[in-house]
């Protein structure tokens, strides 16, 4: 039997060896050594092989810089540029210790000593003498040293010299023993590496911030510092592998980042295009290019000072005007306001008193606190209470907030003057502002707040006689399906892509809920798919058909389209949609839009050549073409989309229907999670929810969602638990029949399914023998063991005793101690055998060992 072994990897092995094989690696220079030239295309090469430092040509230059670049990764990346204002106009430059002083110097030409140098480390000349004891090394970090070949003592370092990049463990901000300060600034332009426009700094005065500049103009601020993050930064992207530390003390303020995964290759870069990025590359799971994993400005309410002075910008409010003013304020210049241009500012309400016996604080929750650099700081441990307290005496003070929000972090914020840059969050993270207002003002907000539970019970009793208004409408929108169809047109539509029909019902509902969805018309759909043809058919799915297609500009579409009369598919297809269209993720389908023409419901995803898992794992031949390295790839991707539903993404989302067939396979073999027609959106402290229609798929679904219709995070956790066991042993969990070892758990039935089988094998200590024959590649044992143990804590009876996804990947990526499994839930189902689809079956009895309950349940 022949195993492919994936193109990608073998690539980056030939990569390497290419690599590796060419270059005389060295990571030093010193006085000794020859000189890097740029004519001889030499380069030095830290020991890790991460980093390499040479000269290279920007994009479409012809000038000749020196800079660090990844040595791993094909693409050049430049991370760091000695010259970059100062290029060198032909080839003659190179690199050498200068023999008088030990400086690391480029030169421009060797025929004229006297010329002068284009960069020097200017280290002052008593730092290393006499020259020979001076050695410049690239480090694995990025950092090029000069130190004293002896003692060690680092002379210079260009981490203290940043150009554009930030790398892990690099410090951003100040020396304040030195004076020295380190920040990012932009290229010029991709050809030229020359300072630009950008520039992003920690500002230290009042409360210290990180700050995005363009030239002199404020251009975007992370908020500051909380004790926990920047608080502007509620989303740190990826946050499971990074770890921040910051410093603000006598002898410096600083920040800096780590990545507790040294398999993954990250970078902070400022463009020249005004954005700062972080990016990822997980280079040893075989990804193909950078990551974004986080960038800012992203929207308007970025911008700094959008809504001016006094304003709060709210980018959910962007239907109407992103810009309001805080409690007790109005707009300065309500035409340019009603115009849309907030730069004014808002003004305190005519009339206002404050400064009086009445004044109060209103709370504006979930906020990024307005710019504090001119803020007063009380650090030593106020309560809130006191805070308030504190700023009520000073008639100058219009808001104080929390400085410090991690545990038993206390301390106040207090501003004077104005209020700026003030943007509120849709998704958790922010932080409670208090803004003072007068007792007219205060009363006011008083009875809001008192009207809105009067409101609420008014709701729960209109809902209540409300229901048999409710059956009339469901009546009524049965015979109209018109309007129907009218409402669900806001869920998708785009105002580029037009019909007749969809720009008639542009005019009769101009409510954009999701502008980034665009919506295709039905003849872009016939025309793609071939008419719906058979041919073009790659399945069928819970709620109806999956086609291929192909867009006129070339592109690979496939379409769900959805039964016509199924009533259950329309509330899936608004869920899927709701759901998807607001999540981005490499390991999740992407949704490209939808189409609704009459009863037809269509949802079109990006093409996925691959087909899915099941047809891959399940399956003896194809098996084969799954090695060890490819299938912990598919299952450190599918950990990682998971967790970018439970807690990355702005929604906390529970996907309740993970399995084999959920999960699709791009050309490359990535992972990516399909299917969220039964996804639930979770409130950010809601741990679990209660369901009485309990949907999902048997031998995925965890005991207490199966038996009492529970669902959580955990749910997930044990779907993604069968499976991982799934993957490794090539087995479905419930069609394994075994019939040797097992004790007869259920009525003298030799039945079990895989769980129970692999826990058996665990507790012999063979559990190795699960591991599926066609794994040919050698693997190793000790990590395929990791995996199952993984496997067996996910699918846990005790929800509480499953690891989390984020516990889960860091498990999976690092070699750290796992707590022993305890007895996993076995879900039984009787028969099987007769119903080679479980998800088909409309009706299976459950039975767990553990809790002996029998329930009928509805699955699909
Ligand atoms: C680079 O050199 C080529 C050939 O000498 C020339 O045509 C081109 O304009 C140069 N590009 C720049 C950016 O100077
Ligand atoms: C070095 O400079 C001299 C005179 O400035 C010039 O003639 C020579 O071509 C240069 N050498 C190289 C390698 O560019
Ligand atoms: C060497 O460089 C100096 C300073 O740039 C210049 O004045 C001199 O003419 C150069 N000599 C030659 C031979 O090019
Ligand atoms: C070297 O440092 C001195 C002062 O320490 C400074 O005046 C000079 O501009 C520096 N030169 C370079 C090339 O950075
Ligand atoms: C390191 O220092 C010693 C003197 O103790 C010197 O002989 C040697 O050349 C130096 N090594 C390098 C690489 O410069
Ligand atoms: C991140 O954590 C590692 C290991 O705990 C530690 O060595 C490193 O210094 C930390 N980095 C930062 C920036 O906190
Ligand atoms: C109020 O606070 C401002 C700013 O900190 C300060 O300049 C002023 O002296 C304070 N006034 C009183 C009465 O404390
Ligand atoms: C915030 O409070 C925590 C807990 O008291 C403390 O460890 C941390 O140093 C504080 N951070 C700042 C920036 O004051
Ligand atoms: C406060 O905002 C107003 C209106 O935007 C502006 O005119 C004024 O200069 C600002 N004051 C300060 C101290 O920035």
Redesign the pocket.
Known sequence: MKCAIPRMIHYTILFQLLLFGLCNCFDTISINSHPIRDTDNNVLVSSGGTFALGFFRPGKSNYSYVGIWYHKIPEQTVVWVANRNNPIKDSSGFLSIDTTNGNLVLYPNRTNQTAEVVWSTNASSSACSPASYCVAQLLDSGNLVLLHNITKQVIWQSFDHPTDTMLPNMKLGIDRRTGLNRFLTSWKSEDDPGSGNYAYWIEPSGSPQLFLYKGQIPWWRSGH????GWSGIPAMAGKFIFNLS?V?DNNEISQMWGVLNSAVLSRIVVFESGIVERFNWWYDQGEQEWNGVWSAPTDRCDQYDHCGAFGLCDSSNAEQFECTCLPGFEPGSPTEWYMRDAKHGCLRKPGTLICSEGDGFVNVENVKVPDTSNVKVI?S?LSLKACEKECLRNCSCAAYAS?????????CILWHGNLTDTRKFTAAGGQDLYVRVDERELAQYAKKQKGMLVSKKALIILVVSGVTILFSIIFFAYWFPQRKRRGLRKLCHDANVTSEESSEEDKLGQSKRHPDLPFFDLKTLITATNNFSAANKLGRGGFGSVYKGQLVDGRDIAVKRLSKHSRQGMEEFKNEVMVIAKLQHRNLVRLLGCCIHKEEKMLIYEYMPNKSLDYFIFDEARRSHLDWTKRFEIIIGIARGILYLHQDSRLKIIHRDLKASNVLLDASMNPKISDFGMARMFGDDQIQANTNRVVGTFGYMSPEYAMQGLYSTKSDVFSFGVLLLEIISGKKNTDYINGSSLPDYVNGSSWSNLIAHIWELWKEGKVLDIVDPKLCLPFSAKEVSKCIHIGLLCVQEGAKDRPTMSAVIFMLANETSIPPPSTPAFIFQKDASHNPDPSMSSSAEAVSCNSVTITTLEAR
């Open positions: 510092w909380n004790g926990i910051f603000n650090s441990g400085a410090n929000i991690s545990e038993g972090g206390s301390g």
